[in-house]
């Protein structure tokens, strides 16, 4: 069998640094003496979660900080937090590593900056994802937010006002809602602040079409960075699936002479390495 990666997948830049600064949290913590959090789950991939957690990484919900103490140290995730709870961990003394995507800390300043200038903030992106209540807790005015291009349509849209992306959400929905907006309001201020990571994850699937039987995603299935390259192999190979590791391949996949394969940006070089294997093997 050939395997054939995209260009691009796997863990992209803020994915890694927030991973990095967990495993050296616990690198130092070898003696046992501070308790390591991670505010929210850090990544949306169960395999890396699963071995974080098995070397003493602990899941903090954010409306319960009862067992935070001077002892402890909370590590940000890339999609941020609000600055509600930045101020609680530090009412109770906690060490705070903050790993926010840098991306996701402009578009955070973005909204706090522009709703100071009395803009109203429109975000385009998934309605409950942590990225997109971390921007809008920084904002000081209305917030909106869209998640397609019909939504944008029945929006009403305030004279002054600023679009936002998710950095993870479709370009291509994005572009809708964009030109639809400005339709609407041609004096609408835009931020295209999707990462560059999530567009060259898209266009390296794209380039795939045609050069294998099938198309398999790798990455958790609660990622929407994930779930978005999924739907797009869906367009260039009508026998595409998305799998979180080697044991999820289907058996339809082992007979085919050439499977091409992505990943999100929450995926580990292993899991990759470790499908690719199972695929040449003949193993799962």
Known sequence: MQVIRAKVLGFCMGVRRAVETAVNALDQNRDGTKKIFTLGPLIHNPTVLASLEERGLRLLDADNMDEVDSSSVVVIRAHGT?????????????AVLDATCPRVHLSQKRAREWSEKGFDIIIAGDRNHGEVLSISSYAKTP???IESAEEAEKLFLPENSVLIAQTTFSPVEFEKICTILKRKNSQLQVFNSICSATMERQNALSELEGRADGLLIIGGKNSANTRRLYDSGTRYFSKCHLVENELEIPACFMAMERVAISAGASTPDSTIDAVENALILGQT
């Open 82 to 94: 609000t600055p509600g709870v930045l101020s609680r961990l530090e009412s109770r003394k906690a």
């Open 143 to 145: 917030v909106t937010v």
